[in-house]
């Protein structure tokens, strides 16, 4: 069985830093691409960043490049998502995905993640 359980979501104020950290089991977490997504109230999910599989090249949504930072750790099956400078804009609920087809390039598409976590949320105040 397949679980993403996603941790470290909570409320900060702006200009604040949180880090989510999501745990893989059930696949070989080292040949899955790792992505971050949210969804804020009343819109679609959106692609935030993801982490290769391989050489652990990484991609970021404008919004977020220079203050949030993805990275792994193949050891705990685990991927983190440090986010800095969080704006109130940044509010959401942040889903953690894996993609385990080996695919490349990276994809930001949500429909090629088929696993993904239950999300855990994030407000950020002003």
């Known amino acids: 069985q397949v679980q993403l359980v996603e941790s470290g979501g909570g409320l900060v104020q702006a200009g604040g830093s949180l880090r989510l950290s999501c745990v893989l089991s059930?696949?070989?977490?080292?040949?899955?691409?790792m992505g971050w997504f949210r969804q804020a109230p009343g819109k679609d999910r959106e692609f935030v960043a993801t982490?290769?599989?391989?050489?652990?090249?990484?991609y970021y949504t404008d919004a977020v490049k220079g203050r949030f930072t993805i990275s792994r750790d193949n050891a705990k099956n685990t991927v983190y998502l440090q986010m800095n400078s969080l704006k109130p804009e940044d509010t959401a609920v942040y889903y953690c995905?894996?993609?385990?087809?080996?695919?490349?390039?990276?994809?930001?598409?949500?429909?090629?993640?088929?696993?993904w976590g239950q999300g855990t949320p994030v407000t950020v105040s002003s």
């Open positions: 995905a894996a993609d385990r087809s080996l695919r490349s390039p990276l994809t930001t598409r949500a429909t090629d993640y088929g696993y």
């Open positions: 982490i290769s599989w391989s050489s652990g090249r990484t």
């Open positions: 059930g696949l070989t977490f080292s040949r899955c691409t």
